[in-house]
């Protein structure tokens, strides 16, 4: 289980502080405090985003699942914490073609506490492309990190890129440009492309173009990344046991990666 980043921790003192405030804790409607409708975006098959703005300065989140017993909860992607008016929460790890119901919820600074009415959406159909082979470049495959620009705290270790869980994230604290990480595999491969999805803050942390360096200094890329919403696969072909991913262009401030991969065909 992965740990919750610092945000989390702020989001539960304020939901005790509003408990402790007032006894039985009552939710007043969030869409009394929001700009627009309340609907998720840039929906894929594994992916969705909740983008609202809110007239007070709220600590947010967003409960999910399959059905009203939810189970899973997304952050602000706002790693500074605290409570603010710009909300954009990233839902990953989804499974395609699936209903799912959820629920906006937030902390205002004063204790009150305010929650949506329980909405849905349903994630696209997966899509079949090309197989470029096994991503390789996984902690369950063998593979390690060996070096890392930096890291931004536990929560965002850059293990993270290679445990494929979506959920999880590795971000440099502040690298931009100069952000990569070095994944070291089981035993050297035949190469037949890299993969990377990259994070995003929304306004920042995303990066845009990158290549991959093997050991023997053979460079391969760059890649053009698209979008956050998603994984992103480019062909390449060369061999090696150790590649390193550097950022080329990016939003700026704390770049990383969801998941890094390295693709060879299955023996």
């Known amino acids: ?3 919750l980043p610092r945000l989390a921790s702020v989001l539960i003192a304020a939901l005790l502080l509003s408990v402790a405030a007032a006894q039985p804790l009552v939710s007043l409607p969030i869409e009394d405090v929001v700009d627009g409708p309340i609907a998720m975006s840039e929906i894929t098959a594994t992916s969705a985003t909740l983008l609202v703005t809110t007239h007070l300065d709220l600590a947010c989140v967003v409960v999910f699942g399959e059905d009203e017993g939810f189970g899973q909860l997304a952050l602000d ?3 500074g914490g605290g409570a603010h ?3 954009r929460v990233l839902l990953r790890g989804l499974e395609p073609d699936t209903e799912y119901a959820y629920r906006l919820q937030g902390s205002a600074p004063d204790g009150r506490f305010f929650a949506s009415e329980v909405l ?3 994630t ?3 899509e079949a492309g090309p197989s470029l082979g096994v991503d390789v470049a996984t902690a369950e495959a063998g593979a390690t990190v060996v070096a890392a620009s930096s890291e931004f705290g536990g929560a965002f270790a850059a293990a993270n890129a290679i445990d494929g869980d979506a959920r999880s994230e590795w971000s440099s604290r502040g690298d931009g440009d100069e952000a990569f990480i070095t994944v070291r595999l089981r035993e050297p491969v035949e190469v037949t492309g890299f993969g990377l999805w990259t994070r995003t803050m929304g306004t920042s942390a995303q ?4 290549e991959v360096v093997n050991e023997h200094g053979e460079v391969f890329g760059p890649f053009d990344v698209p979008d956050a919403a998603s994984a992103h696969d480019f ?3 060369g061999r090696g046991q150790e590649f ?3 950022v080329l262009a990016s939003s700026g401030g704390n770049t990383g990666a969801v998941e890094v991969a390295v693709y060879t065909q299955p023996r």
């Open 77 to 79: 992607a706002d790693m």
């Open 207 to 210: 990066i845009e173009r990158f």
């Open 120 to 122: 849905r959406f349903r």
């Open 1 to 3: 289980m992965h740990p």
């Open 235 to 237: 062909v390449a072909s």
């Open 124 to 126: 696209a159909p997966a």
């Open 85 to 87: 008016r710009d909300h």
């Open 244 to 246: 390193t991913f550097r």
